[in-house]
């Protein structure tokens, strides 16, 4: 069987969330009992929580929701690049050794470890011109390891802007922790919400 990475962070409780966003809970509508079967709970959180797919709604008013949008960008071969320690932005140089013959799906690796008990305030991001540069290059799908492809404190968005303008699709939050650089086959399907600006995801990168 082929090696498969589970690059999915936990979600419960504690999970950190964008400073406002709705952070995840959940509660008991029947445990098992002598009158009941089954556990049956109820969520409630965020779509951005966790490993995650936002929607062209997210950053456009005009933009599909989550359930519309083609499968085929979070489905197939994709590689995996290291910018670790870059800075505030990744930019082109910090990803140039690994553009030759790119596949249509790009994940970049900012951490070292992923912060997992805390929002990271300084969180690496994608510079606007390197997504230019791989939607030059064909590729359809970005992700990275951190909570978003903007600064945290941007409010003009421009990474955002640049895959609303070029069409690409972009996963965030993602746990690259341990998978090395290289190529793989990517699976992180968002779920058919009709309405939603995002969904979450459980990405897997499968060895080729």
Same mark, same amino acid.
């Given at each position: 069987m082929k090696k498969l990475w589970d690059i999915s962070p936990p979600i419960h409780?504690? *999970? @950190?969330?964008? @400073?406002?966003? #709705?952070?995840? $809970?959940? #509660?008991?509508?029947? /445990?098992?009992? @002598?009158?009941?079967?089954?556990?049956?709970?109820a969520i409630t959180l965020s779509p951005h929580v966790g490993a995650h797919a936002d929607a062209p709604l997210h950053y456009d008013p005009e933009g599909d929701a989550i359930g519309a949008v083609d499968l085929d960008a979070f489905l197939g071969p994709c590689r995996v690049v290291h910018a670790i320690g870059c800075g505030p932005l990744v930019l082109p140089e910090h990803i140039a050794h690994a553009l030759q013959n790119l596949p249509p799906r790009l994940l970049v690796r900012v951490y070292t470890l992923q912060p997992q008990d805390r929002f990271d305030d300084t969180l690496p991001a994608f510079a606007p011109e390197t997504v230019e540069r791989l939607a030059d290059l064909g590729v359809? !799908?970005?992700?990275?390891? &951190? *909570? &978003?492809?903007?600064?945290?404190?941007? =409010?003009?968005?421009? $990474?955002?802007?640049?895959? /609303?303008? /070029?069409? !690409?699709?972009?996963?965030?939050?993602?746990?690259?922790?341990?998978? @090395?650089?290289?190529?793989?086959?990517?699976? *992180?399907?968002?779920? =058919?919400? #009709? #309405? *939603?600006?995002a969904s979450p995801v459980r990405a897997v990168l499968r060895a080729l």
């Open positions: 409780a504690g *999970a @950190p969330v964008f @400073p406002g966003d #709705t952070a995840y $809970s959940q #509660t008991w509508v029947a /445990r098992i009992g @002598p009158d009941c079967p089954v556990n049956v709970s359809k !799908l970005i992700g990275i390891d &951190s *909570a &978003s492809i903007d600064p945290a404190d941007s =409010k003009a968005l421009l $990474s955002h802007q640049v895959i /609303r303008q /070029r069409g !690409l699709r972009v996963l965030e939050n993602l746990l690259l922790d341990d998978v @090395p650089e290289g190529d793989y086959e990517l699976i *992180a399907l968002p779920l =058919k919400l #009709t #309405t *939603a600006d």
